[in-house]
């Protein structure tokens, strides 16, 4: 076996965590939408990438920091959302589910296709915001500032859209209109505006997770292609009945990927592609998911 | 039991309608004329791309299963034929023989995975057991990674054929496609095939019937999962190279576009829409990403408004089966 330094082990993990509080970002918006709209969101990897682009023109074009683009950037993707379910999404009630994913499949495909035909494959460059720079020495390892923010930043999102789902009165109506949205309705609740807008909340998360990604990942066309296949793969895994479930699955996962790029680097791109198989034999339904 | 089946399959016998046996005729025909207007090459790419999609529509037409990750077996049968043909020497047959076997044992793993659930989970499954593959590809000292198989041999079919000669190369290709044509064509409308479709359509009936739903799903997901791999094999030979791009998640969804614009669960919906497709790549093959954004149109395109395809449109309006 290799002798590993602790600074390698410490230094992946982090990226793991990382990795992880975007896997829970991107699969929570998936869960939340799929449990009001009953679709998977294949152009949630776009959706996640127009946040990172949305970021890099706030600051390019107009000046805007990145504090303004962390509200800024998911509100505005939020609203294309929004319009999408409206013209598109909303036209699918009642088919069979299957077309939603490939709707939203080609969504993606037009989103990115028209991203790369403007800006090529090449990375642009988003710098660190200056109050986040630099890092601080724990003794056993160096923690970049900024990569600490994403982690606890992230945590925090999650937990307060798990707070706002299971304890608030707005996440009440939400949870009834998920289980059956005609009596929702019958109480006078406007179904139909609270899908649309869950909507654009699920894909707004995935833009923040964008933004937040944009400095530590540079900004591209194909940043969401793959990754929303690893998403994917996380859901199947947690299952989305849950939503601390797809939050822990998500973070459990970026841990596994940055541990497994410690011992084994070979099988860092598939070790959770060979975690949901095992989940698969062992428990169908998902770690915290119900039915089929 | 054996009385029910043969009673399914006279049903199933009285459905050949006099419409597809026209439009089968049609389609042999345009294929063996074809080769006097069009290029071959692209001819024999759509033939490749038309049994693709023909055996990717067994599942989502038949069975109701969208598999969102076919290209796995596409594209490691195209590897395993160019692997065989070139570093083992190995004739063009067995080379194929080889990438079916390997689609088919690939297809028996991945669809007991699976078809532990439905839906549209059984479509994410299927699309991250693909990008496994993808990254066993990416990183396999046989596939040559980013580069690819290059300059496989094409070599005498049954040691008779020579597959160089561009005639023969189309002969070839379109008698296999057609065997493996009227060989869905048979799946589909035997005894098995009508359970499949009693599956689709009510898979609690099905069980309650007597029959074990999860045994016929996964032999028909390793039936299309072989057939996807001989249409890799054939294009690996035809094309004499083997690349990433063949096992990557556009492939996949491509052969979903081609059998969606076709018509879902149409007999000759996904030969149309694979020519389609390949024609509009062709097409727009110097517009860089244009061709993904049309792709992509047609497919918003197809779901809101014409889910039943070209031939489904077809079919209803004429009101037979296509």
Same mark, same amino acid.
């Given at each position: 076996?290799?002798?590993?330094?602790?600074?390698?082990?410490?230094?992946?993990?982090?990226?793991?965590?990382?990795?992880?509080?975007? /896997?829970?970002?991107?699969?929570?918006?998936?869960?939340?939408?799929?449990?009001?709209?009953?679709?998977?969101?294949?152009?949630?990897?776009?959706?996640?990438?127009?946040?990172?682009?949305?970021?890099?023109?706030?600051? %390019?074009?107009?000046?805007?920091? /990145?504090?303004?683009?962390?509200?800024?950037?998911?509100?505005?993707?939020?609203?294309?959302?929004?319009?999408?379910?409206?013209?598109?999404? %909303?036209?699918?009630?009642?088919?069979?589910?299957?077309?939603?994913?490939?709707?939203?499949?080609?969504?993606?495909?037009?989103?990115?296709?028209?991203?790369?035909? /403007?800006?090529?494959?090449?990375?642009?460059?988003?710098?660190?915001?200056?109050?986040?720079?630099?890092?601080?020495?724990?003794?056993? $390892?160096?923690?970049?500032?900024?990569?600490?923010?994403?982690?606890?930043?992230? @945590?925090?999102?999650?937990?307060?859209?798990?707070?706002?789902?299971?304890?608030?009165?707005?996440?009440?109506?939400?949870?009834?209109?998920?289980?059956?949205?005609?009596?929702?309705?019958?109480?006078?609740?406007?179904?139909?505006?609270?899908?649309?807008?869950?909507?654009?909340?699920?894909?707004?998360?995935?833009?923040?997770?964008?933004?937040?990604?944009?400095?530590?990942?540079?900004?591209?066309?194909?940043?969401?292609?793959?990754?929303? +296949?690893?998403?994917?793969?996380?859901?199947?895994?947690?299952?989305?009945?849950?939503?601390?479930?797809?939050?822990?699955?998500?973070?459990?996962?970026?841990?596994?990927?940055?541990?497994?790029?410690?011992?084994?680097?070979?099988?860092?791109?598939?070790?959770?592609?060979?975690?949901?198989?095992?989940?698969?034999?062992?428990?169908?339904?998902?770690?915290?998911?119900?039915?089929? | $039991?054996?009385?029910?089946?043969?009673?399914?399959?006279?049903?199933?016998?009285?459905?050949?309608?006099?419409?597809?046996?026209?439009?089968?005729?049609?389609?042999?025909?345009?294929?063996?004329?074809?080769?006097?207007?069009?290029?071959?090459?692209?001819?024999?790419?759509?033939?490749?791309?038309?049994?693709? @999609?023909?055996?990717?529509?067994?599942?989502?037409?038949?069975?109701?299963?969208?598999?969102?990750?076919?290209?796995?077996?596409?594209?490691?049968?195209? /590897?395993?034929?160019?692997?065989?043909?070139?570093?083992?020497?190995?004739?063009?047959?067995?080379?194929?023989?080889?990438?079916?076997?390997?689609?088919?044992?690939?297809?028996?793993?991945?669809?007991?995975?699976?078809?532990?659930?439905?839906?549209?989970?059984?479509?994410?499954?299927?699309?991250?057991?693909?990008?496994?593959?993808?990254?066993?590809?990416?990183?396999?000292?046989?596939? %040559?990674?980013?580069?690819?198989?290059?300059?496989?041999?094409?070599?005498?079919?049954?040691?008779?054929?020579?597959?160089?000669?561009?005639?023969?190369?189309?002969?070839?290709?379109?008698?296999?496609?057609?065997?493996?044509?009227?060989?869905?064509?048979?799946?589909?409308?035997?005894?098995?095939?009508?359970?499949?479709?009693?599956?689709?359509?009510?898979?609690?009936?099905?069980?309650?019937?007597?029959?074990?739903?999860?045994?016929?799903?996964?032999?028909?997901?390793?039936?299309?999962?072989?057939?996807?791999?001989?249409?890799?094999? $054939?294009?690996?030979?035809?094309?004499?190279?083997?690349?990433?791009?063949?096992?990557?998640?556009?492939?996949?969804?491509?052969?979903?576009?081609?059998?969606?614009?076709?018509?879902?669960?149409?007999?000759?919906?996904?030969?149309?829409?694979?020519?389609?497709?390949?024609?509009?790549?062709?097409?727009?093959?110097?517009?860089?990403?244009?061709?993904?954004?049309?792709?992509?149109? +047609?497919?918003?395109?197809?779901?809101?408004?014409?889910?039943?395809? +070209? +031939?489904?449109?077809?079919?209803?309006?004429?009101?037979?089966?296509?």
């Amino acid at each position: 076996m290799v002798t590993l330094s602790p600074q390698a082990l410490f230094s992946q993990l982090l990226i793991g965590l990382i990795n992880g509080s975007f /896997y829970a970002l991107l699969s929570l918006g998936l869960a939340v939408i799929f449990g009001m709209l009953n679709i998977i969101n294949f152009a949630h990897g776009a959706f996640y990438m127009m946040g990172a682009f949305c970021a890099y023109f706030l600051l %390019h074009a107009f000046g805007l920091n /990145y504090w303004v683009a962390l509200v800024v950037a998911p509100l505005m993707v939020g609203l294309v959302g929004t319009v999408v379910e409206r013209t598109m999404l %909303h036209r699918l009630a009642g088919l069979d589910h299957l077309y939603g994913l490939l709707l939203t499949f080609g969504l993606a495909l037009i989103i990115q296709g028209l991203f790369q035909n /403007y800006f090529g494959s090449s990375g642009l460059p988003y710098a660190i915001p200056s109050q986040l720079t630099g890092a601080q020495n724990l003794g056993f $390892m160096v923690l970049p500032n900024y990569r600490a923010w994403v982690v606890v930043f992230s @945590a925090a999102v999650c937990l307060a859209t798990w707070f706002m789902i299971e304890r608030t009165r707005l996440g009440a109506y939400l949870r009834a209109a998920t289980e059956n949205p005609e009596l929702v309705r019958a109480f006078g609740i406007n179904v139909p505006r609270m899908i649309t807008l869950t909507y654009g909340f699920g894909v707004a998360l995935a833009a923040l997770a964008g933004v937040l990604a944009a400095p530590i990942l540079q900004v591209r066309p194909t940043m969401g292609e793959n990754f929303i +296949i690893v998403v994917f793969a996380v859901v199947v895994i947690g299952g989305m009945g849950s939503i601390l479930g797809s939050i822990l699955t998500g973070f459990a996962l970026g841990v596994i990927e940055g541990l497994t790029k410690v011992f084994y680097p070979e099988a860092s791109n598939t070790v959770i592609f060979v975690v949901m198989a095992i989940v698969l034999l062992i428990k169908p339904q998902g770690l915290f998911g119900r039915g089929t | $039991m054996a009385k029910t089946d043969r009673s399914v399959a006279r049903d199933g016998d009285e459905r050949i309608a006099g419409s597809e046996r026209t439009a089968f005729a049609v389609l042999v025909a345009g294929l063996v004329l074809a080769p006097f207007f069009f290029y071959p090459p692209f001819l024999m790419e759509g033939l490749c791309f038309a049994l693709f @999609a023909c055996a990717f529509n067994l599942l989502i037409g038949y069975v109701g299963l969208l598999s969102f990750g076919h290209a796995m077996f596409f594209g490691l049968a195209a /590897y395993v034929s160019a692997h065989a043909a070139k570093v083992w020497g190995l004739q063009p047959e067995l080379a194929l023989g080889l990438a079916v076997a390997a689609a088919g044992v690939l297809g028996l793993v991945v669809g007991f995975l699976a078809i532990r659930r439905q839906g549209i989970y059984f479509a994410m499954i299927t699309l991250a057991l693909a990008q496994m593959i993808y990254f066993f590809c990416l990183q396999a000292p046989f596939t %040559h990674g980013e580069d690819g198989i290059q300059a496989v041999p094409q070599g005498k079919l049954l040691g008779l054929f020579d597959l160089a000669k561009a005639w023969v190369l189309y002969g070839t290709t379109l008698v296999v496609f057609l065997s493996a044509f009227v060989l869905i064509y048979r799946i589909i409308h035997s005894p098995f095939g009508e359970i499949l479709k009693a599956i689709r359509e009510n898979e609690t009936r099905a069980i309650s019937l007597g029959y074990n739903a999860e045994r016929y799903k996964l032999a028909a997901f390793i039936l299309s999962a072989g057939l996807a791999g001989l249409a890799g094999g $054939m294009k690996a030979i035809i094309q004499q190279s083997a690349s990433l791009t063949d096992v990557y998640w556009t492939t996949s969804g491509e052969v979903v576009l081609m059998t969606l614009l076709g018509g879902l669960g149409t007999v000759f919906g996904p030969v149309v829409g694979a020519f389609l497709v390949v024609a509009i790549q062709q097409y727009l093959s110097q517009q860089g990403q244009w061709v993904t954004v049309i792709q992509g149109a +047609i497919f918003v395109a197809c779901v809101l408004a014409f889910r039943r395809g +070209i +031939i489904g449109e077809l079919a209803h309006t004429i009101r037979k089966p296509l």
